[in-house]
Every structure is written in structure tokens, then in C-alpha cells.
Nanobody, 124 residues
Framework: QVQLVESGGGLVQAGGSLRLSCAAS????????MGWFRQAPGKERESVAA????????DYADSVKGRFTISRDNAKNTVYLQMNSLKPEDTAVYYC?????????????????WGQGTQVTVSS
């Protein structure tokens, strides 16, 4: 079992930055691939970024490439999402998720555990 708790969301102006954190419980965190997803009101949950168990491989949705960076610190059982040059269309609830295969997958179906989410609101 892995429990995930996101933090770092908030209200920011367009062009600003935020860093989201996802703290995981459990001794096996370092074996899990981790992903960030988001869901805006009235829309389906979509992938944002993913990182492999070692941190050596990452993948990003086209909409955030060059602006967002995913990273992890296995010693701290934490995965991060640095979000720069934020746009109003980035407004959503952001969720982190854990994949026991350890991959950097952007497919929602591959994830076993999900956090409760943190709200990010970008004003224009």
C-alpha cells in the first residue's frame, strides 16, 4: 500500500510559478513510477508528467513541455512538479499517482494509487 499526499497548490497569476510536492508513505516508494495528472471542471483527468522509479526517465504532455519539470527524491519519498510560465488553462486539481511497474507512463490506467489532489488556480 502507498498513500500519497499532495501539497503546494494555490492561486498564482499567469506567468508565475508553483512547485507541487507529493509525499508518499511506505518503504517501496523508490520502486514505483510516479505521475502527475490534472482535472479541470467538466473535463476528464489528463496526464501531465511522469517519472520512472530511478528518476532516469521522464515524459510530459505536449501542453506542458518546456514549462513543467517532474523530479523525485527517493530518500525523502517525495515527487515534485515544478510549474513555470503558468497559464490560465493550467487551472485544475492536480493529482499524483504511483505505478508499481516503476515506469514513466502517461496512461492513467497504469496507476495503482492516487492522492486526494491539490487545487491550482492561475488568474489572467
Amino acid at each position: 500500500q502507498v498513500q500519497l499526499v499532495e501539497s503546494g497548490g494555490g492561486l498564482v497569476q499567469a506567468g508565475g510559478s508553483l512547485r507541487l510536492s507529493c509525499a508518499a508513505s511506505g518503504r517501496t516508494f523508490s520502486t514505483y513510477g510516479m505521475g502527475w495528472f490534472r482535472q479541470a471542471p467538466g473535463k476528464e483527468r489528463e496526464s501531465v508528467a511522469a517519472i520512472s522509479w530511478s528518476g532516469g526517465n521522464t515524459d510530459y504532455a505536449d501542453s506542458v513541455k518546456g514549462r513543467f519539470t517532474i523530479s523525485r527524491d527517493n530518500a525523502k519519498n517525495t515527487v515534485y512538479l515544478q510549474m513555470n510560465s503558468l497559464k490560465p488553462e493550467d487551472t485544475a486539481v492536480y493529482y499524483c499517482a504511483a505505478d508499481h511497474y516503476g515506469l514513466n507512463s502517461l496512461r492513467k490506467a497504469g496507476y495503482d494509487y492516487w492522492g486526494q489532489g491539490t487545487q491550482v488556480t492561475v488568474s489572467s
